[in-house]
């Protein structure tokens, strides 16, 4: 794992042992972070289900103003913080469940463990916290089917097993 550009291209990032944790795969979090390219620099970001911290390190090595990181375990938030301790930027680290978040951002990321429903319940979340012209980005191992009041599901790209929806008010 490694930030892909920005003030911190090439960083490697500390990583889970085992198998049981799946980081989005740098070809994904390449593509995902092509498209978005022109919403990052600025942007208020959280990334809701954070891991390593991957996605929004990628965001604050490309100018994000700030970024929120969470994930309600533990161990995945000490290794956020060990992968934080080399990166400069206005970011926040919690060890809560998501629904507790609160706040206004331009960018959500929503990357539960695949097994998991969590996501469904982030997007509902994120209808109430996306800033008017914000996105989220859903990450899981398949197509997303269904509805969610006050958003519209605008995009969709697969790579491999690896599906991201794209969602922005509606």
Same mark, same amino acid.
């Given at each position: 794992?490694?930030?892909? +550009?920005?003030?911190? @291209?090439?960083?490697?990032?500390?990583?889970? $042992?085992?198998?049981?944790?799946? %980081?989005?795969?740098?070809?994904?979090?390449?593509?995902?972070?092509?498209?978005?390219?022109?919403?990052?620099? #600025? &942007?208020?970001?959280?990334?809701?289900?954070? #891991?390593? #911290?991957?996605?929004?390190?990628?965001?604050?090595?490309?100018?994000?103003?700030?970024?929120?990181? $969470?994930?309600?375990?533990? /161990?995945?938030? &000490?290794?956020?913080?060990? $992968?934080?301790?080399?990166?400069?930027? $206005?970011?926040?680290?919690?060890?809560?469940?998501?629904? @507790?978040?609160?706040? /206004?951002?331009?960018?959500?990321?929503?990357? %539960? %463990?695949?097994? +998991?429903? &969590?996501?469904?319940?982030?997007?509902?979340?994120?209808? @109430?916290?996306?800033? =008017?012209?914000?996105?989220?980005?859903? =990450?899981?191992?398949?197509?997303?089917?269904?509805?969610?009041?006050?958003? /519209?599901?605008?995009? =969709?790209?697969?790579?491999?097993?690896?599906?991201?929806?794209?969602?922005?008010?509606?």
């Amino acid at each position: 794992m490694r930030v892909i +550009s920005g003030r911190y @291209r090439g960083m490697a990032l500390a990583g889970f $042992n085992g198998s049981d944790i799946r %980081p989005t795969a740098d070809r994904v979090k390449e593509s995902l972070f092509n498209i978005i390219s022109d919403r990052v620099a #600025g &942007a208020r970001v959280l990334d809701a289900f954070c #891991g390593s #911290g991957s996605l929004g390190i990628e965001c604050l090595s490309r100018g994000a103003e700030f970024v929120h990181f $969470n994930d309600k375990s533990a /161990e995945s938030v &000490a290794l956020c913080k060990k $992968n934080l301790s080399r990166i400069e930027g $206005n970011y926040k680290v919690t060890c809560a469940d998501f629904s @507790r978040t609160t706040g /206004e951002f331009d960018l959500i990321f929503i990357d %539960p %463990p695949y097994a +998991s429903e &969590a996501g469904v319940a982030a997007l509902n979340l994120a209808a @109430r916290i996306l800033s =008017e012209d914000g996105i989220a980005v859903y =990450e899981r191992d398949r197509s997303f089917t269904g509805e969610i009041a006050g958003l /519209e599901k605008y995009d =969709e790209r697969k790579y491999g097993r690896t599906y991201l929806t794209f969602f922005k008010r509606s």
